[in-house]
């Protein structure tokens, strides 16, 4: 098991509405945090879209919304590149969200122990 120190990190790029490849990255999340392993989210660019009120826009809106749940339930934040979206259709479930520099972001690799990006 990775230590807290060196927690395994998620980054997501992919666009939910377009693409299935950012629900899969949240699964795969959400089994590693499973397997009580400390995991970092970050989102980028249109894979803040995870986080949407409105699901039914989304691939995969229905399992999107589930993943969050759990994740937001065991206390997993979602780290999300600049400023948060300020549309009130956002995060409305008050996810919790640490907005990070790209700088943030790059010093994150050195301390983690596996990685993914989609």
């Not at 807290?4 to 990190?9: A, E, H, V």
């Not at 790029?13 to 009580?36: K, Q, T």
């Given at each position: 098991?990775?230590?807290?120190?060196?927690?395994?990190?998620?980054?997501?790029?992919?666009?939910?509405?377009?693409?299935?490849?950012?629900?899969?990255?949240?699964?795969?999340?959400?089994?590693?945090?499973?397997?009580?392993?400390?995991?970092?989210?970050?989102?980028?660019?249109?894979?803040?879209?995870?986080?949407?009120?409105?699901?039914?826009?989304?691939?995969?809106?229905?399992?999107i919304a589930k993943?969050?749940?759990?994740?937001?339930?065991?206390?997993?934040?979602?780290?999300?590149?600049?400023?948060?979206?300020?549309?009130?259709?956002?995060?409305?479930?008050?996810?919790?969200?640490?907005?990070?520099?790209?700088?943030?972001?790059?010093?994150?690799?050195?301390?983690?122990?596996?990685?993914?990006?989609?």
């Amino acid at each position: 098991m990775a230590s807290p120190s060196q927690p395994t990190l998620v980054l997501i790029s992919e666009d939910p509405r377009v693409s299935h490849r950012a629900n899969e990255a949240m699964r795969i999340a959400l089994g590693i945090v499973a397997g009580e392993n400390e995991v970092r989210i970050v989102l980028t660019g249109p894979a803040v879209h995870l986080l949407d009120d409105e699901t039914d826009d989304l691939v995969d809106g229905d399992d999107i919304a589930k993943f969050r749940a759990a994740l937001r339930k065991l206390g997993v934040p979602f780290h999300i590149e600049g400023a948060p979206p300020a549309s009130p259709d956002w995060n409305g479930d008050g996810h919790p969200v640490i907005p990070v520099t790209g700088a943030e972001i790059a010093a994150m690799l050195p301390r983690a122990t596996r990685f993914l990006a989609f």
